[in-house]
């Protein structure tokens, strides 16, 4: 009989109502369907593709199976093997104390925040407050320990789809390579004054940083290189002070321009008298040898007629004679022999008829 509840009347269920007909067919297509979209589910995760900057690296029943270069590969579906993506190539950033928004000819930083400036605010060796951003770029240099030896496997599966593909395959990598690299700075600012962290010690601090780090992640067993570490500011951190740091470091820099100026007229100068001074003395050594082998010479001579001379002295002395006369006589124009018997010539005798013009005109002159 029925019932009223609410005001309305209540009719039972009736099974025989059911059309099990229709029932039973929409069963059969849902099953269809699944079917079909499970197995399009594991036709497509047998199939994957590994980039050009990418390493692959397969787990089968989460064990290493292998290891695999770029290309496109398959691999037994999910969940017997799965595949994380590793970029072995790509060279990764890490910025510290600013942030980029947006790369380009004209990079567009992001407004300073409390965080960023907590991390390059650092107190320097004689307790001076720095300002110091920089960055850390690495690259991977080990799958498997990239993956599996710094942070869990549930948060690394946490961030791989099913197809292995992930643009960060495991956090905790950047994270550790981020305190690391804060620590090792923050040591490196805390033995050193402010004048050498702001001025000459900048390259220094950045290779020694990049030694520690990577010394730091090896004892970690992370697998990454790192590439470089750069130092990008180094300043005080407010802008009264950041003036007077800046005329320090002109006026530093005044001085350095002005020392290298004097060096190189210093090192044009001295070049330059050395050389005027090896030149005079070489050649007062070469007069002076040649003076010596001229005296040597005309000594050697004389020395020679000596001997000649004391073996026979007339011959010799008559021969010396000879051989003045005819240097002499050579060097004479016209020439007149009188022989000295004869007295009273020179009346007679006109000297001049045989020198030339000028030497005649110059005779009668005078």
């Known amino acids: 009989m029925p019932s009223n509840y609410g005001g309305r009347p209540h009719n039972p269920l009736d099974l025989n109502d059911i059309q099990w007909d229709q029932v039973s067919r929409w069963i059969r297509v849902a099953l269809v369907v699944l079917a079909v979209a499970l197995l399009l589910f594991l036709v497509k995760s047998m199939f994957y593709g590994i980039e050009s900057s990418d390493e692959g690296v397969v787990l089968r029943f989460g064990k290493h199976g292998k290891t695999v270069q770029p290309g496109l590969h398959w691999k037994w579906p999910w969940p017997i093997e799965t595949v994380y993506k590793v970029p072995v190539q790509r060279i990764q950033t890490l910025e510290f104390g600013f942030e980029t928004e947006q790369p380009g000819r004209i990079t567009r930083y992001a407004p300073s925040s409390t965080d960023a400036k907590g991390v390059a605010e650092m ?136 020392m290298n100026e004097a060096r190189g007229e210093r090192n044009s100068k001295i070049p330059a008298a050395r050389g005027a001074k090896d030149r005079a003395i070489a050649e007062a050594e070469g007069y002076q040898n040649r003076i010596v082998l001229q005296t040597t010479g005309k000594i050697n001579a004389f020395l020679a007629q000596l001997t000649e001379y004391e073996k026979a002295p007339e011959v010799t002395r008559m021969r010396l004679y000879l051989e003045a006369m005819e240097e002499i006589l050579a060097a004479v124009g016209g020439k007149t022999i009188i022989d000295e018997s004869i007295r009273g010539v020179l009346p007679l005798l006109n000297l001049n008829q045989n020198a030339k013009p000028d030497a005649a005109a110059k005779g009668a002159i005078r």
């Open 123 to 258: 107190l320097t060796g004689d307790l001076n407050l720095g300002y110091v951003e920089w960055i850390v770029q690495y690259r991977v240099k080990d799958s498997m320990r990239f993956l599996f030896k710094v942070g869990n496997t549930e948060r690394i599966d946490r961030g791989v789809l099913p197809s292995g593909s992930t643009s960060d395959p495991n956090p905790a990598v950047p994270d550790t390579i981020r305190d690391v690299s804060e620590s090792v700075m923050r040591k490196l600012v805390g033995d050193s004054s402010i004048d050498y962290v702001l001025t000459i010690g900048r390259d220094q601090i950045a290779k020694d940083a990049e030694k520690l780090i990577q010394e730091e992640l090896d004892g970690f067993e992370m697998g990454v290189d790192v590439v470089t570490v750069k130092l990008q500011t180094t300043s005080p951190p407010t802008a009264q002070v950041q003036e007077a740091f800046q005329e320090v470091n002109r006026a530093r820099q005044q001085k350095e321009r002005v």
